[in-house]
């Protein structure tokens, strides 16, 4: 599976906004399941958000319900995570990932062995830092 491509992340202060995008191969983004995903030192990666992309169906992890938006671009085979009022919290290198073999999202995919054994094709991350 062609890993997915991530781009947008940088520096911002708390308070800020940032957009980051996925780009996948459209037979990894059709009718599949992509998710953001983030991982800090020491950490295992966490479920953000993620999106169901043939029904635009969306969960968020609740630490950033409210914060963050997830949404797909079906022409650009794109999947985009708009983060607004980023706190120090939020920093960590962002992952898109997407699962194998498709399907629906479901809440459940926030678990971590469900993060482990469904999501595929990771793409190389990108760094955010958000400073205080």
């Known amino acids: 599976q062609v890993p997915l491509v991530e781009s947008g992340g940088g520096s911002v202060q708390a308070g800020g906004s940032l957009t980051l995008s996925c780009s996948a191969a459209r037979v990894t983004y059709s009718s599949n399941c992509i998710g953001w995903f983030r991982q800090v030192p020491g950490k295992e990666r966490e479920g953000v958000a993620i999106i169901s992309t043939s029904v635009g169906a969306t969960y968020y992890s609740s630490s950033v319900k409210g914060r963050f938006t997830i949404s797909g671009d079906s022409a650009k085979n794109t999947v985009f995570l708009q983060m607004n009022r980023l706190k120090s919290e939020d920093t960590g290198t962002y992952y898109c990932?997407?699962?194998?073999?498709?399907?629906?999202?479901?809440?459940?995919?926030?678990?971590?062995?469900?993060?482990?054994?469904?999501?595929?094709?990771w793409g190389q991350g990108t760094q955010v830092t958000i400073s205080s």
């Open positions: 990932a997407a699962k194998r073999p498709r399907g629906l999202c479901a809440a459940e995919d926030f678990i971590q062995a469900r993060i482990r054994d469904l999501f595929n094709a």
